[in-house]
């Protein structure tokens, strides 16, 4: 047994108890500190894409991860990003760093894509972030520096990451009441009789559209009822934009931020341009901070960057450049808009077409709200073991809450998807 500092020469082995670094006792004794640590589970998302990979099965369906897909199952650049890209790539000329805040065209443009023409710039502060997912956490950072002991209240349920994200970075949480599993609606009178009992300055969290993962939006009348009590009680909304563009149309997907906006002193907007430009790996978003006045925005502002600085220093540029070319470019914004547009039809068609399949052949049940849903996402509906057994039986792979991402549905895979389903759901 060692008891001095081990040396491991010649040949590595230890010099007083001729074992490798990784049998001497001393080395164990000396690197005490990760062994402390135990195995994480896979992400609820995330672990599926690597089980999806390692399915050797020809017909195996992904309706795991939330990222678009073609007719054809592809997820390709789109056709006005790889046009930006070229431009970037003739026209860059250099990559020292940009600012805390990144680029400030981006800012600009990206701030009137989410508020619009009205938007209140004197009391708004906007940043580039690293995608959807660095905002929450500059966010959440903000929300312990500004009202550390308040309260954030999600969806109940709600991204499966935002409760680890932000409960992860210290945020308290507290569950609303959003989606009813017997009936597939939204339960709006629970989640209002749920937020009229936050107290004053607690922050409610919001789905601007597409709402993951149930896919089922608030109407504006329920949207303005739920602002008439965040009024009321006090409450800050934080509203989470990752899909406009793919309910309605850009605009009418940014209600929820505009409505607020106008009527709250103080909210917080984070928005992903991961799935309407498709930059998921480039890590492209915002956040923005409307103030009271102007003087707080400036101190808001300046906390903001100085967060940023202790976080990731510097977010990513080139995803952000690119999308600040087409935005502010008439003829690229145009062409984004029309690809953008086809995406959306195509998740709306194949709602639709699942639903139909469903009909057929398996009548007894009822899957309408895959179409009453926008988005990516809708629940399928089915418990987690008719999960688990659509994946081991068939290769369709989905979350284990049953969340479907319909842009793995297509016209060939469809009476497949649909058959296992049936099978799945009748074998109880
Ligand atoms: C999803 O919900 O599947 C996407 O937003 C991807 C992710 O990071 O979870």
């Known amino acids: 047994m060692c008891s001095e500092t081990p040396a491991f020469e010649p040949a590595f082995l230890c010099v007083q108890c001729a074992n490798t670094p990784t049998k001497c006792a001393l080395t164990e004794r000396r690197n005490p500190v990760f062994n402390s640590l135990q195995t994480a589970s896979a992400d609820a998302i995330l672990g599926l894409i690597a089980e999806y990979r390692d399915d050797s099965r020809a017909e195996k369906i992904d309706l795991g991860v939330g990222v678009y897909r073609t007719s054809e199952g592809k997820t390709p650049v789109l056709g006005v990003v790889k046009r930006a890209e070229q431009m970037l790539i003739d026209g860059q000329d250099s990559k020292a760093y940009i600012g805390t805040a990144g680029a400030a065209d981006f800012n600009a443009a990206m701030q ?35 009202t550390p002991n ?75 009822a739920v602002t008439d009590v965040i009024v009321e009680r006090k409450l800050v909304p934080f509203v989470d934009m990752a899909y406009q563009g793919f309910a309605d149309d850009l605009d009418r997907d940014a209600f929820a931020v505009r409505h607020l906006a106008a009527n709250v002193a103080e909210m917080i907007v984070s928005s992903s341009c991961s799935k309407n430009f498709g930059l998921y790996r480039d890590r492209v978003g915002t956040l923005s901070i409307l103030s009271a006045d102007s003087k707080t925005r400036d101190i808001v502002n300046s906390q903001v960057n100085n967060l940023v600085r202790t976080i990731y220093s510097v977010p990513p540029d080139h995803g952000a450049a690119v999308v600040s070319l087409i935005l502010n470019d008439p003829e690229l914004r145009r062409d984004w808009i029309n690809e953008l547009t086809e995406m959306r039809e195509r998740l709306q068609s194949m709602r639709r077409l699942l639903n139909d399949a469903l009909i057929e052949k398996t009548p007894n049940r009822d899957f309408s709200h895959l179409v009453r849903a926008t988005g990516m996402f809708c629940f399928l509906g089915i418990s987690a073991a008719e999960v688990a057994r659509l994946k081991k039986d068939y290769g369709v792979y989905m979350v284990d809450s049953s969340r479907i991402n319909v842009a793995g549905i297509t016209r060939q895979n469809v009476d497949y998807l649909a058959t296992s389903i049936a099978a799945t759901v009748e074998s109880e």
């Open 112 to 146: 009137a894509l989410i508020f619009g023409d009205s938007s209140p710039d004197d009391r708004l502060t906007t940043i580039q972030t690293p995608g959807g997912s660095g905002s929450l956490r500059v966010a959440a950072g903000m929300i312990l520096r500004a």
């Open 150 to 224: 308040a309260s954030v209240w999600v969806s109940e349920p709600t991204w499966a990451n935002h409760v680890p994200l932000l409960g992860g970075a210290g945020v308290n949480l507290k569950p609303y009441p959003y989606y009813d599993t017997e009936n597939h609606v939204i339960r709006v009178d629970e989640m209002l009789a749920g937020l009229a009992t936050a107290p004053e300055g607690d922050i409610v969290l919001l789905h601007a559209c597409c709402h993951n993962p149930s896919g089922l939006d608030l109407s504006e009348t329920e949207l303005r």
